[in-house]
């Protein structure tokens, strides 16, 4: 596949041949903390936009523009979701999921996407066989937003 996305398809392809999720280090959630959530998206004016919306609903926001600094911040510091933008430069959010889910195993990742291949699910899907426990597709609403942040911290499965 040629194109933008030339490389996530190549990514894609990859991802679905290796898609076990190993068992990696569970997440220790502080009581009485704000819930924390890392927004990993390139496009600032959408990252800010999730972040402000969150924010207002009384959740901890951290923002990373890839998945190379979402993995460094979450490393350093575990939210209690994720979500993530599929597709961005350097580390897109496929391998930022499979990786996270890899070192994390309890990281509870939402999967964003509004790409080229979002129309058929392919993504999004891909998405969830690496370990996104949800998945959003855009453009979305901010209450469609915070119900499925929500959902994945009520659900204690995804913990």
């Given at each position: ?5 030339g ?15 190993g ?34 609903h ?33 580390v ?61 911290l ?6």
């Open positions: 596949m040629s194109g933008p996305y490389h996530l398809h190549d990514v894609l392809s990859r991802a679905m041949q290796d898609s076990t999720v068992p990696g280090r569970r997440i220790q959630r502080s009581e009485g903390e704000m819930p924390r959530v890392l927004v990993v998206d390139d496009d600032a004016a959408v990252r800010s936009a999730v972040a402000r919306g969150l924010a207002a009384g959740y901890e926001v951290v923002e990373a523009p890839d998945g190379r600094v979402g993995l460094r911040l979450f490393r350093e510091r575990p939210a209690d979701v994720v979500l993530t933008d599929l597709y961005m430069p350097d897109d959010g496929i391998e930022f999921t499979r990786q996270l889910s890899r070192e994390f195993a309890g990281a509870r990742i939402i999967a964003m996407s509004g790409g080229v291949l979002q129309s058929s699910g392919e993504a999004l899907e891909i998405a969830t066989h690496l370990g996104a426990v949800a998945t959003l597709p855009k453009p979305f609403s901010l209450p469609e937003l915070v119900e499925v942040v929500a959902r994945v009520a659900d204690p499965g995804t913990a």
